[in-house]
T-cell receptor, first 110, second 114 residues
């Protein structure tokens, strides 16, 4: 079955500390993987996608097909990074349906 | 650009009733998807429409139906409401129907079934 697992419900770090939000997926083909973020009282929005291989707001994510992982990383957390982060998988080449994980709340304190 | 707009923002219905939720995509976007998000969970895919045709359907009962209009707006209908249908319903629009395209989400409609 196609599934996205985010093992941590909450991740609390101090400002300036490194951050790693874990995401593992279950899918036999070549997936399209995304990280979406929801800041307080804002709508869900795309943070980054693996196909573009870009860094957004200092965050990067590398697809590891051997470990079926797509962890989100940032070397130095900022307070404005506090938000809910969702890892999502699109298993279909023909549509835009996303399979989301349960999400991880990142809390960055000073 | 107002982004994806959903109406109403909040709704309270009684068990057994029917509900219609509405979504207007970003101008120029031809794909609309619907998601259900219950408390503490990630969004769960319900339907995708592209160019007014159904392109995908999630694991939801037949009580759930949707359609897309010529102007690309969309409606989600839920019949015979159950308490378990209480959730935030999200609409997302995309420029294309491709898998790598970015989805832009609305603020959602909060449905409470009592």
């Amino acid at each position: 079955a196609q599934r996205v697992t985010q093992p941590e419900k909450l991740l609390s770090v101090f400002k300036g500390a490194p951050v790693e939000l874990k995401c593992n997926y279950s899918y036999s083909g070549s997936p399209e993987l995304f990280w979406y973020v929801q800041y307080s009282r804002q709508r869900l929005q795309l943070l980054l996608r693996h196909i573009s291989r870009e860094s957004i707001k200092g965050f990067t994510a590398d697809l590891n097909k051997g470990e079926t992982s797509f962890h989100l990383k940032k070397p130095f957390a900022q307070e404005e990074d506090s938000a809910m982060y969702y890892c999502a998988l699109n298993p279909s080449q023909a549509g835009t349906a996303l399979i989301f994980g349960k999400g991880t709340t990142l809390s960055v304190s000073s | 650009d107002a982004g994806v707009t959903q109406s109403p923002t909040h709704l309270i219905k009684t068990r057994g009733q029917q509900v219609t939720l509405r979504c207007s995509p970003i101008s120029g976007h031809k794909s609309v998807s619907w998601y259900q998000q219950v408390l503490g969970q990630g969004p769960q895919f319900i339907f995708q429409y592209y160019e007014k045709e159904e392109r995908g359907r999630g694991n939801f009962p037949d009580r759930f139906s949707a359609r897309q209009f010529p102007n690309y707006s969309s409606e989600l209908n839920v019949n015979a409401l159950l308490l378990g249908d209480s959730a935030l319903y999200l609409c997302a629009s995309s420029l294309t129907g491709r898998a790598d395209t970015e989805a832009f989400f609305g603020q959602g409609t909060r449905l409470t079934v009592v």
